[in-house]
């Protein structure tokens, strides 16, 4: 038996000098560690790739290339070839090991090959394999453990003893010798076994608490989790709609955009004709003065005195002129001078920029009628009727299209976004002003024409129109009105209008503004008693009104689609506004007041 014993053992050491010598082959001489994606040169010998990639970096700078173990030199940089089967064997190595990476901890007696340590002896603080430990000594000082790296950590640091016991006082692992003669003598002891188990309770205890808190934590991940599949469903709606919204913003902005610049050229190009029929007017006086100044040129330097007085008196025909041109129009051909085209193309350079820029000039304070007032009276008359924004006087400043784009695209971003800040309320019209054949429903929001006279009095008006109970003095407001019932006039007014009278219909006087349909579907807007035919001829059903009380803006739309501006009024308000609307037929019902916020 222990000559077998003895072949068993020197075969194992063979075995093991075998294996370490087959380990050494496995290394790269430059990391010197086991390969890792083993390559080969041309010269035969095997590199991890990392490592002679390094290599040939660094002697790239220099030109020239060589084996690190030969120093076999090549001018180009060589080509590397993956070693498959050193690449298996290394492989196959690595597997026979399968405990070594776990514990990292080898057999002490076992140096020619790293063979895994399965016990720990604390006595001799040395690692066995499971052949060593066969021949380990089985005396009771020899205690063994599991496989640990620090075996120092399990003696006394004062007496080189196991540690055997735990004092509770100190709260620390002690040998014996500690506990007989050494300074926890007399304190409460219990053995490791003991301690640890009631450790081990507690850890238990701790362990079902923090068990019970990640149960929470996952349940709390996961409802935030599902909060935010929520919150995401959400948001994509959001932006789903926003998306829609402003596509459509962009469409009503592009049609808008495409109005006025078609406004613009029809303005330019009708004041260009204007222009074209000046210059050729001028043209034909020009000629005719040259002709004349010829002549008078002929007379003065001719010798024969008889010729000269036998000739027509061109002075009396001058000044005859002078005198006509006065009160003549451009189109009535009266005679023109250099001062006078100098003023009507200086007038008309103003015009053409006034259009382009959006910014137009005032009625010169002469009164007198030359060709520079007639061009830009005509100018801007042509100006109002196409933009839907008319003067009534000669004196009065235009709303320009800049303001009536801006007022327009705020119109449209307010009325798409719903932008308020309080809650939607109902117009309600006013019975105590409602005119003599003027009925109002129990709702207040319906005045239907009626051939019932109401009893007079001094609030009520002599026209069938009526007010709102609401006034306006401040803010951003619309609403709409259907109309598609009705023969219709709506707008705003004072509530000092006058009640009797032709002057108390509205739009009829200084204090109220309306917009009106005629039966060929054609609008007409009036103030202060002047109406205006404006070119718009759309089937209305509902029109909506917009105020902006402090701008001074007074808009009608047409609720078609899209959203057609119709007409906007340009004052400066100076008392509180009513709605107003006046029934020639059937009936008119008032909608929500919408308040956009002031942000």
Not at 320 to 325: D, F, G, P, S, Y
Not at 436 to 449: L, M, N, P, V
Not at 555 to 574: K, V
Request: aromatic share 6%.
């Amino acid at each position: 038996m222990r000559r077998n014993r003895r072949i068993s053992i020197s075969s194992q050491t063979s075995l093991g000098m075998a294996s370490a010598d087959l380990r050494q082959e496995l290394d790269c001489s430059i990391c010197q560690s086991m390969y890792t994606d083993p390559v080969t040169l041309r010269c035969g010998h095997n590199f991890c790739r990392d490592c002679i990639d390094r290599v040939l970096d660094i002697q790239q700078e220099s030109g020239a290339y060589s084996c690190p173990e030969c120093r076999a030199k090549r001018k180009r940089r060589p080509g590397l070839i993956r070693n498959i089967p050193l690449c298996n064997i290394v492989g196959r190595f690595l597997e026979t090991l399968p405990d070594q990476e776990d514990t990292g901890i080898f057999c002490s007696y076992c140096i020619h090959c790293p063979v895994p340590a399965s016990k720990s002896c604390l006595h001799c603080e040395a690692h066995l394999c499971d052949n060593h430990l066969r021949v380990h000594s089985k005396s009771p000082e020899h205690v063994l453990s599991d496989p640990t790296a620090a075996l120092g950590n399990r003696k006394c640091s004062v007496h080189k003893r196991i540690l055997e016991y735990y004092c509770s006082e100190d709260a620390v692992c002690i040998c014996m010798s500690c506990c007989l003669i050494g300074e926890h003598k007399g304190h409460q002891m219990e053995s490791l076994d003991e301690a640890s188990e009631k450790r081990k309770v507690k850890l238990r205890d701790v362990l079902q608490k923090l068990s019970i808190k990640r149960t929470e934590a996952e349940k709390r991940v996961q409802s935030l989790q599902e909060r935010r599949r929520e919150d995401q469903g959400k948001a994509a709606g959001v932006i789903e709609r926003v998306t829609a919204l402003f596509s459509d913003i962009r469409r009503q902005l592009e049609d808008l955009e495409k109005r006025v610049l078609s406004e613009i050229f029809r303005q330019e190009e009708h004041v260009s004709l204007s222009v074209s029929d000046l210059i050729q007017q001028l043209e034909i006086k020009k000629d005719e003065l040259s002709r004349k100044i010829s002549h008078i040129e002929e007379l003065c330097n001719m010798s024969d005195p008889v010729t000269v007085i036998q000739e027509p008196d061109t002075g009396d025909f001058c000044d005859t002129q002078v005198r006509k041109r006065r009160h003549t129009q451009v189109h009535d051909g009266g005679d023109l001078d250099v001062g006078l085209i100098s003023g009507t193309l200086h007038t008309l350079s103003d015009i053409i920029t006034g259009i382009n820029t959006g910014i137009y000039v005032q009625e010169p304070a002469d009164t007198s009628l030359d060709v520079t007032t007639a061009v830009k009276t005509e100018s801007d008359t042509i100006s109002g009727t196409n933009t839907g924004i008319s003067v009534h006087k000669s004196t009065d400043t235009l709303l320009d299209i800049t303001t009536a784009v801006k007022t327009e695209l705020d119109i449209i971003t307010d009325i798409n976004t719903g932008d308020y800040v309080q809650e939607a309320t109902d117009l309600l019209l006013d019975e105590i002003t409602s005119g003599a054949k003027i009925q109002i429903s129990d709702d207040g929001k319906t005045a239907t024409r009626s051939d019932i006279i109401q009893r007079k009095s001094k609030y009520r008006f002599q026209y069938p129109q009526v007010i709102s109970t609401r006034e306006f003095s401040s803010g951003r407001h619309y609403w709409d009105v259907d109309v598609s019932k009705a023969k219709w006039k709506v707008g705003m007014c004072y509530p000092s209008i006058d009640k009797c009278g032709r002057q108390s219909e509205i739009g009829y006087n200084n204090k109220s503004w309306s917009l009106c349909m005629e039966y060929n579907c054609q609008y007409l807007v009036s103030h202060d008693g002047i109406v205006d035919v404006l070119d718009d001829s759309i089937p209305c059903d509902r029109v909506r009104v917009y105020l902006d009380y402090e701008a001074g803006l007074l808009s009608f739309y047409s609720l078609c689609d899209p959203i057609r501006h119709i007409y906007t009024y340009s004052a400066t308000f100076t008392e509180p506004l009513h709605a107003a609307v006046f029934v020639k037929e059937g009936c008119i019902t008032t909608g929500l007041i919408q308040t956009l916020s002031q942000s």
